[in-house]
């Protein structure tokens, strides 16, 4: 049997992608990898270690059976390939929690130090370089290009003591190709071999080399070394450095051609743990499924309460509401916003209107003068033709003419090349409703820009309206200022939560759009086989890009903070982030054109140096969350699967979401049991949060409440919190008492504390259900 399958973005870059996997080989009876949880608290006396008891229980269910890793923080157990029968039978043995099938997950800067304030001067003034280069930034993806000067470990001291990592061995790969910034290098294959076979070394390392760029891209966003003279093909020209230019990076590779498999990422993030990383960077898409049979939520969970912070992507499926992953409250969950950067091309029609897109293509022009236009849907032999799909085009009718092809489907660069094929000279990529006016630059093989819808719209009409149209593109460069900045992207999922919807995601939004940072020397930026150039630099988008933007950041923030827990630090970063642009407007949504809202960045836009000195932080430690699942009703054993803690809630206390000590809110009202609604009756709902100083006490901290919602009134209890000591806390209450309000209606408001020097800020989402 033949079985072709089209794999979607597997990383969450918004980038083309080309995961063709053509799987020849069917089993039977099919196996397939499981993650086997054993309670470590029951361990039977007649074993003298783990593993013997381990291996003990997986040949009860089957003798062929091996182990492919067996994991100490994430979960205590290991992963094996069973047939669904042995799988179950594994299961109702003494002492297994569960046996979880695995997952195969998506893999969802010369400018953004500036956009964000950190420009030279600021940056190695309030925070000491020294400090800096004690932190470890773990990058789980698809590997690295060592060679790269983002890597260079010119004027770095020696590795830092508390590092246990090492430099593994594999194709085009050795310990030589560490160094005192790339200071580890693993790569975990077990997983992938067990579902797709040995590795083909002819198209990939078994190694933790990059062979795709997704993984040199985010290491280097988070903690490249300056490299001057850095762009894509004269684009974006500067120097380039990632987020702690001084941190040190250790790279897990987990994600391979064909995705990022749930066993192998344990056992990244077990080593990682082990390795004695500082903070973790995963652009990886997660599901939103049980946090007890999540990999993601329970390894980071383990990560976190090692004190090591844990930052993922919010995923790119916006701007469907409710379309964020990776919510575990542990978690920091990152979308994405644009910066004031952009590449221009100009597109003017026959009729002598001209718009304005943006494109990285470099080559030649294909004529001064304007040439014949056609739109795809017109000249296409298939229905989906609009979009440019494989051979869709009908040569005749495209040869030596420019085709509006519409966004969507399949990968943008892939629609030139189809425009190519066909003999046609360019191409102009058309948003259609789904993407509004946001504009993702590619390296395009073709002349070739994209538009925004509306001109879109009005560069068809203008198709449909002559019979013989013309159009002239041009390439612009590269343009600094653009306003208004940051924008929301479009592709960046959004709120509300749908797992636990009392705790708002994301939880904030950083760079992810046409993003300039290292790649792969493996394949060009395009990524496409076709595409034979070489670059260093490449620009990129996705929501897999603004997450090592605020892994760099929280390494900064450890770097000068070193006694910060993780949920110190994300506090720090939330409660300064911005939600308005300097003339008081609030954050645009590209995908509207609208302000946007909490729902779409959390607690706004992330502005590292007010992070340094927050005043004040919502701190929470592994108890707090313990309290959380004792709140979600979970039971004992569910809260040893996701904590590998034997814990028993409380019969006497009362646990309650609404009082984990979030830098957030979300508050959900239930129109359909009458809360909230239904009945006329106001309901009241109370949050209870506490605070921790950690600025120069003495402080004194006013609340104040800004609504912009008529519909809930806000009551906080104590209105002033005055701290005389540096770690101190203090408690508050927020009532919100809400009238009804129609199914589906959702407001916002903001609630701050401030001593006059510091606004410890955090939204609040009302959603009426
Ligand atoms: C690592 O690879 C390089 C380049 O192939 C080679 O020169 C070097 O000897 C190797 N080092 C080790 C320790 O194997
Ligand atoms: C496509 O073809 C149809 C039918 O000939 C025509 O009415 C329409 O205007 C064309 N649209 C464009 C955008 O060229
Ligand atoms: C947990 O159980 C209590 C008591 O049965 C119930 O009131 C509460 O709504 C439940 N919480 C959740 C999150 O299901
Ligand atoms: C704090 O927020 C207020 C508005 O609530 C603003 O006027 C003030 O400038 C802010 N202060 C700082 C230090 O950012």
Redesign the pocket.
């Given at each position: 049997m033949m079985n072709s399958m089209i794999f979607k973005c597997v990383l969450l870059m918004v980038l083309s992608c080309r995961y063709t996997i053509a799987e020849t080989k069917t089993e039977y009876p099919k196996k397939n990898t499981y993650i086997i949880h054993m309670d470590k608290f029951n361990m039977p006396s007649s074993f003298n270690d783990h593993l013997q008891w381990y291996d003990s229980s997986l040949k009860a269910v089957s003798e062929s059976a091996e182990m492919l890793y067996t994991y100490k923080h994430v979960a205590h157990g290991f992963s094996t390939k069973l047939t669904a029968q042995e799988a179950e039978l594994l299961a109702n043995q003494p002492g297994i929690l569960s046996v979880i099938p695995e997952v195969r997950y998506e893999l969802h800067t010369t400018r953004t130090p500036e956009f964000l304030g950190l420009a030279e001067k600021t940056s190695t003034h309030a925070i000491s370089s020294d400090k800096q280069s004690e932190v470890i930034v773990g990058v789980l993806d698809t590997g690295v290009w060592p060679e790269l000067k983002s890597f260079d470990d010119t004027g770095l001291g020696p590795v830092p003591s508390s590092w246990k990592g090492t430099c593994e061995t594999g194709n085009n790969f050795n310990s030589s190709n560490c160094n005192k910034k790339l200071v580890g290098a693993r790569f975990f294959a077990k997983g992938y071999e067990a579902a797709f076979g040995p590795i083909d070394l002819k198209t990939e390392s078994k190694s933790p080399r990059d062979d795709d760029g997704h993984g040199s891209h985010t290491s280097t966003t988070a903690a490249g070394s300056v490299v001057s003279g850095a762009s894509l093909f004269g684009y974006a020209s500067g120097t380039a450095r990632g987020m702690a230019p001084q941190a040190r990076v250790a790279v897990y590779k987990v994600c391979w051609i064909g995705g990022c498999f749930t066993s192998d990422i344990a056992a990244a993030i077990d080593r990682a743990i082990e390795d004695g990383v500082n903070v973790l960077s995963m652009s990886i898409g997660g599901s939103v499924t049980d946090y007890s049979r999540d990999i993601i939520a329970i390894g980071t969970f383990a990560a976190t309460a090692h004190g090591i912070l844990v930052s993922n992507s919010a995923g790119n499926s916006g701007p469907s509401e409710a379309s964020v992953s990776n919510v575990a409250p542990w978690i920091t969950t990152v979308g994405a916003g644009t910066i004031d950067r952009d590449f221009p091309a100009y597109i003017t029609l026959g009729n002598g209107k001209k718009y304005a897109g943006v494109s990285l293509y470099n080559g030649k022009l294909p004529s001064n003068s304007a040439v014949p236009l056609v739109y795809a849907g017109n000249v296409s032999s298939l229905s989906s033709g609009r979009l440019c799909t494989k051979d869709s085009l009908i040569s005749s009718k495209v040869s030596g003419k420019i085709v509006v092809c519409e966004r969507g489907g399949n990968p943008r660069v892939e629609k030139s090349l189809v425009v190519k094929k066909a003999g046609g000279i360019g191409m102009i990529l058309a948003n259609t409703a789904e993407y509004g006016e946001e504009l993702v630059a590619d390296s395009f093989l073709i002349p070739a820009a994209a538009l925004g819808q509306k001109e879109s719209n009005e560069v068809k009409k203008y198709a449909a309206s002559t019979p013989n149209p013309t159009v002239k593109i041009e390439f612009g460069g590269t343009h600094l200022g653009v306003q208004p900045s940051p924008v929301v992207a479009a592709f960046s999922s959004r709120g509300p939560n749908l797992l636990t919807p009392k705790i708002l995601k994301p939880d904030l939004i950083a760079p992810g759009v046409n993003i300039l940072a290292g790649w792969t020397g493996a394949v060009g930026p395009t990524g496409l086989s076709v595409d034979k150039r070489h670059v260093s630099f490449n620009i990129v988008s996705g929501t897999s890009m603004s997450c090592p933007h605020v892994s760099g950041l929280a390494a900064l923030l450890k770097g000068a903070h070193p006694e910060w827990s993780p949920a110190a630090i994300r506090s720090a970063l939330m409660t300064t982030s911005y939600t308005s642009y300097k003339n008081g407007q609030s954050i645009k949504d590209v995908a509207t054109g609208l302000p946007a809202t909490p729902f779409d960045y959390g607690a706004g836009h992330v502005d590292p140096v007010a992070a340094l000195d927050p005043g004040l932080v919502y701190d929470a430690t592994v108890d707090d969350y313990l309290s959380f699942f004792c709140?979600?009703?979970y039971t004992s054993s569910q809260i040893k699967l996701a904590t590998r803690r034997v814990y028993t809630c409380s019969k006497r206390k009362t646990y309650r979401?609404e009082d984990l000590n979030y830098p957030s809110f979300a508050v959900p009202f239930d129109t359909s049991s009458g809360i909230g609604g239904g009945s006329n009756a106001p309901t009241t709902v109370q949050y209870k949060r506490t605070l921790t100083n950690m600025g120069t006490p003495p402080a004194i901290y006013k609340v104040s409440v800004s609504s912009k919602s008529p519909s809930v009134k806000i009551v906080v209890e104590p209105e002033i919190l005055s701290f005389k000591e540096v770690n101190e806390k203090k408690g508050y209450t927020v009532t919100f008492t809400a009238s009804s309000m129609p199914s589906g209606t959702n407001s916002f408001a903001f609630l701050q504390w401030s001593d006059g020097k510091h606004n410890v800020t955090s939204p609040i989402a009302f959603s009426w259900t």
């Open positions: 709140a979600l009703n979401v």
